[in-house]
Every structure is written in C-alpha cells, then in structure tokens.
C-alpha cells in the first residue's frame, strides 16, 4: 500500500519499506487523488526515458494519467518494463545548503585573471626605468604579451589538470604559479627575471580562466547558475579596475609599480587557503565513482534534501567511471565535435569582433573628444564593462543564455557602425568626437550583457561532462591565442586600411555572430548540466 508522509515539508511517497512502487500494467490507468494544491503527491517527477537513454513512448489519457501533477512539476513517466527506475523522492525542494562562499573563494582566481592582465598596462613605463628597457620597445612587448603567451599554455593544461586532480585540487595547484609569477614580478633586477614572473602569471591566470567558470557551474543551483556564472566575467572586471586604481600612487611614488605586482601574491594565497575548505564538484566525484563522497558534496553544497533528486540527475545522465576519460582527440570525433566547435566559435566570434581593438584605441578616441586624461578613458570604459556586467546577471536566469548573445552582438554591431561612421561622414564631422565616445561606451556596454559573461558561463553547460573540463580548456585556448594575435597586428592593420574599414569589419563580424548564435547555440536556461547533456548527446 502506498503511504504518503510529509518529511521537511516536502510529500515523499513510498510502498512499504522498500520504497518502489509495483509493477505497473500499462493497459491498467491508476489516477491519485487530487485536491485543491493539485494533491499530496503533485511535486513527484521524472526523467525514467531519459535514464534508458532512448525516447519512450508516452502514456496518453488514463494511461498516461499513473501520476497527475501540478504543470509547474510536469508529469511522471514510467514503463512496465522498469517501473523501479522512478524516483519517487526525486521532488523539487528548496535549497538549504550556502554555495555562495565557494563562488567566492573561486572568483578570486577571476580577480586575479584581471588584475595580472591590467596591472602592467599602468607599471610598464615606470618599471622599464628601473629595468633599463625604456629605449627598448622590443622587450617592453615581451613584458606584455609574456602573460598572453603563458595564458594560453595555462589554458590547455587546466583541463588535463581538472580532469586528474579535481577542480579544487587544481585550484591549489594553480595557486603557486600565480603567486610566484607576482613575487617574482615585484622583486625583479633585471627583464629576464621580469619576464619569467610573467610567463608564471600567465600560466596561471591561462588556468584560472578555465577553472572558475567550470567549477562554478558544476556546484552551482540549476536555477541561479545563470547569475553565479556571470560573476566570473564580473570579477575579471573588478580585477582590471582594481589594478587601473592600484596604478594611482605612481605619479608621487615611481617604485610603487613593485607593490603593484607583489600586491597579487596575497589573493594568491587566499585562494589556494580557500579552496582547501572547499568542497570539490560532486560531478567530477560521481564520473570518478567516488558516489559517497559526490553525496556528501551535495549536502554540503544544497542541503540534505537535495541529495536525492541530485544525485538521480547524475545516475540518469550516465556520468559513470564505466566510460573511459576522455582524451584531447575524442573532442574531434562524430560524438562531441558540434558542440566543441559551437564553444570554440563563440570566443573566437568574441574576439574578433573587436573588444580588445576597441579597448586598446580608447584612448586615441577619447582624446579626439577633448578627453585627454587616459585615467578618465579606461576609468570609463572599465566602468562601462563593470555596469553592462552587473545588469547581465540580474538577466541570466532570467531572459537565457542566447538571447543575451543575440542581443549583446547586435549591439555591438551597430555600435560599430556608429563608430565608424563617426571617422567618415563629412556630415557628422562635427559631433565626431562625441559620437565616437558614445559608440566606443555603448559598445563596451553591449559587449557586457552578453559576449563577454556568456560564453565562458555556457561552455561548460553544453559540454559533457566526460570532455567538459577538457572542452572548456580547448575554447579558451582560442580566445587566448586570437587575444594574443589581434593584440600583435590591429595597429599594423590599421594604419594599412584605416580605422573606419576596420571598425566596419568588426561590424559584419558582429552579423555573422548574431546568424551563428541563432542557428547553432540552445537555450540553457533552468535546466540542470545532466539534462542538458542528455539532449545534446550523440551517440557514434
């Protein structure tokens, strides 16, 4: 006899102790009493085809009818063939664990992906004087592009690292380059040791920038993971400003550029210090078989009420030990080649639709403008960043994933039009500056509701979980590497074809962005990763 019995406040239904319900004659029609709230049991669902992995057929009229529940839970489905698949606590219940101090602790490993990137653009001049590299504008490039180079070495080997180690472990390990490239940084003698505390930093922040947005997403609640997702690009940003204002005490201090840098090792150390109470991705414990432990994450992330419908997700999604690890060339096959080369395609369409040009010819622009403070022109556009970024979180979770791309490059499109319109039309000549300024800010506005915080929040929803560490190092292995070339040639490209031609290249880039993204990117919104995974699979 079936028994309901209210636990935690939730309706759990079971048959005697061994909490199955019996075999179910599919031609029989068995209808729950409903009331007023849509009866006791009117929260129960399930995924039971999904976990057979294959499409059953659904039970219509009073077959179909096994379980009526509300519409806000869908309906219960089941077999005659396996009717013990059905979980019958798998309820929707409220969440009572605290995942926010995790997200913390990981955004710290975002900080510093900015505040390395930034932190020498303010330095540079006054740490080549004490360098002896100020006529040598050769090496001062390397002191650059050393962390973009090291960024992209970091990026591939994250996922290698995840997928080994663990995300938290990973986390640890990638403390020490991170605060050894700072220390190193900050008490250079000569440009070779320079260099070298560069090239660590980079490493780093090349790991960083895989592990936060997948370790987020893996421990994140279905129904915020779109908000906490977008914190990671909201953090980069904090990290820039934070080293943009870190810049201020140069004018009246030339040696402050070394505290500048040393400055990094203390979120350095708070992370690796952070992440050792940190509990590690129940995902990646469940693919190693590590079931009880994936429990106790679970509790510790959401509360012990939802270890039960958790934890059935990740027996349904089939994320077993049973399937080998999978390698760099399993991402090239029939089975996840689609949705790899959908990851990869959004940061390259990201960068090549000209953020970094725009940032990197700001100040020339805000200087046609009469701006000639070149604080006031990154203030403004890190500003503009930080503002976009916070509007597109509160967005996430609720008007999806791909909107917000669409809508972010057909902003930025026009924006560049308008830019470009602004260097050629004899008409608008006057108000060019101006115009210039609103088209660079609204740009950067643009690019933040959706092209900056999207891509590296929905790559790790749409991959497997068996290739997502190693998916999501891959996609960011592009952005490092077109980051690194248009940083190398936008200047020569410009004085070759002129800024407008440029502008208006990133323009069309832009359109393309928009047709890519519609025809190609699924909405990910209020779904869980294993539902997710389920849909998108192919089998070979």
């Known amino acids: 006899m ?85 979980p019958l606590e798998k309820v929707q219940v409220k969440s009572s664990g605290h995942v926010l101090p995790y997200v913390g602790v990981a955004c710290l490993g975002a900080i510093l992906f900015g505040y390395h990137l930034g932190v020498v653009n303010g330095a540079l001049e006054y740490l080549a004087k004490d360098l002896g590299i100020a006529e040598n504008a050769v090496l001062q490039g390397w002191v650059v592009s ?31 380059p991170l605060a050894l490239g700072a220390f190193l940084s900050a008490t250079a003698q000569d440009v070779r040791t320079m260099i070298i505390g560069r090239l660590l930093a980079g490493i780093g922040i090349g790991i960083s920038s895989a592990l936060v947005p997948l370790y987020i997403s893996e421990i994140s609640p279905t129904e915020i993971r779109g908000t906490l997702g977008s914190v990671n690009q909201l953090f980069i940003c904090i990290g820039i400003l934070a080293a943009l204002l870190a810049g201020l005490p140069l004018a009246a201090n030339p040696a402050w550029w070394r505290t500048m840098f040393g400055i990094a090792v203390v979120p350095s150390i708070l992370l690796a210090v952070g992440m050792a109470f940190s509990p590690e991705s129940p995902r ?51 089975r996840y080649w689609k949705v790899v080369s959908v990851g990869a395609a959004l ?67 026009a924006s560049m039009l308008l830019l470009a319109l602004s260097f050629t039309w004899k008409a608008l000549a006057p108000y060019s500056g ?21 891509p590296a929040l929905l790559l790790p929803e749409i ?52 047709l890519y993204i519609a025809g190609n990117v699924v909405e990910t919104k209020g779904r869980s990763l294993e539902e997710i995974e389920r849909e998108l699979s192919v089998v070979d």
């Not at 709230?37 to 039971?48: D, H, K, N, T, V």
């Not at 970094?356 to 556009?381: E, H, K, M, P, Q």
């Open 347 to 413: 940061f390259l369409f990201q960068q090549l639709a000209g953020i970094n040009a725009v940032v990197y010819y700001s100040t020339s622009v805000f200087r046609s403008a009469g701006i000639a403070s070149d604080v006031a022109a990154s203030a403004l556009v890190g500003a503009a960043n930080v503002f976009g970024t916070i509007i597109a979180s509160s967005l996430m979770d609720k008007q999806g994933r791909k909107s917000l791309l669409i809508t972010s490059f057909s902003g930025m499109g």
């Open 434 to 454: 101006t115009l210039a300024v609103i088209g660079t800010v609204l740009y950067v506005l643009s690019f933040a509701l959706g092209a900056g915080p999207v």
């Open 146 to 176: 050393t962390s973009l180079a090291g960024a992209t070495v970091g990026s591939f080997t994250g996922g290698s690292l995840a997928d080994k180690f663990g995300r938290t472990r990973t986390f640890i390990l990638d403390a020490a």
């Open 2 to 86: 079936m028994r309901c019995a209210l636990k935690g406040g939730v309706c759990v239904a079971s048959w005697g102790g061994d909490r199955r319900p019996p075999a179910v004659n599919p031609s029989s029609s068995v209808r729950m009493p409903t009331g007023n709230g849509g009866g006791c049991c009117s929260g129960l669902r399930s995924r039971a085809a999904d976990l057979a992995g294959v499409e059953m057929a659904s039970l219509r009229g009073g077959v179909g009818g096994l379980f009526r529940s509300s519409p806000r839970y869908g309906r219960l489905q089941a077999t005659a063939s396996d009717p013990e698949d059905v």
């Open 463 to 514: 991959f497997a979980s068996r290739i997502r560490a190693k998916a999501v190092a891959l996609s960011l292995g592009m952005h490092w590497v077109s980051n690194f070339f248009i940083g190398l040639y936008f200047l020569s490209v410009v004085h070759k074809f002129g800024i407008s031609t440029v502008y208006l290249g990133f323009a069309s880039v832009c359109a393309l962005a928009v």
């Open 284 to 334: 990646w414990l469940f693919q190693q078989g590590k079931v009880t432990q994936a429990e106790s994450a679970v509790k510790r992330l959401y509360g012990k009420e939802k270890v039960t419908e958790v934890m059935y997700d990740l027996r349904a999604s089939g994320q077993s030990s049973s399937e080998p690890e999978a390698g760099w060339f399993d991402l090239f096959s029939n």
